[in-house]
Nanobody, 124 residues
Framework: QVRLVESGGGLVQAGGSLRLSCAASGRTFRTYVMAWFRQAPGKERDLVAAINWSGASTYYADSVKGRFTISRDNAKNTVYLQMNSLKPEDTAVYYC?????????????????WGQGTQVTVSS
């Protein structure tokens, strides 16, 4: 019902910035919560940031708070993750996700839809 296509990943030096984009198509009116997860080698897939429909509420993992910013443009059916001051420990596959139910955004763990993932590599 919802397709998510990510872009913007790549290789960046520590201290640099990247902006990830996720374009949604299909029944986008039901994407009440949009989020970004990441999974590093040998690690669990963890919630990085989430945003509600209006953009008034956001959540950030402690590890990225103050460095990453999530935003959404509903007119473009797109969610973004601006990543600044990148660290080598940010290296991971980043996944866009959408939830079509009203949930507490900080508790989102199993979203209804996933993107394909995009690799972010931060060099020392």
């Amino acid at each position: 019902q919802v397709r998510l296509v990510e872009s913007g990943g790549g290789l960046v030096q520590a201290g640099g910035s990247l902006r990830l984009s996720c374009a949604a198509s299909g029944r986008t009116f039901r994407t009440y919560v949009m989020a970004w997860f990441r999974q590093a080698p040998g690690k669990e897939r963890d919630l990085v940031a989430a945003i509600n429909w209006s953009g008034a509420s956001t959540y950030y993992a402690d590890s990225v708070k103050g460095r990453f910013t999530i935003s959404r443009d509903n007119a473009k059916n797109t969610v973004y993750l601006q990543m600044n001051s990148l660290k080598p420990e940010d290296t991971a596959v980043y996944y866009c996700a959408a939830e079509d139910h009203i949930v507490v955004i900080s508790e989102l763990r199993s979203p209804d839809y996933w993107g394909q993932g995009t690799q972010v590599t931060v060099s020392s």
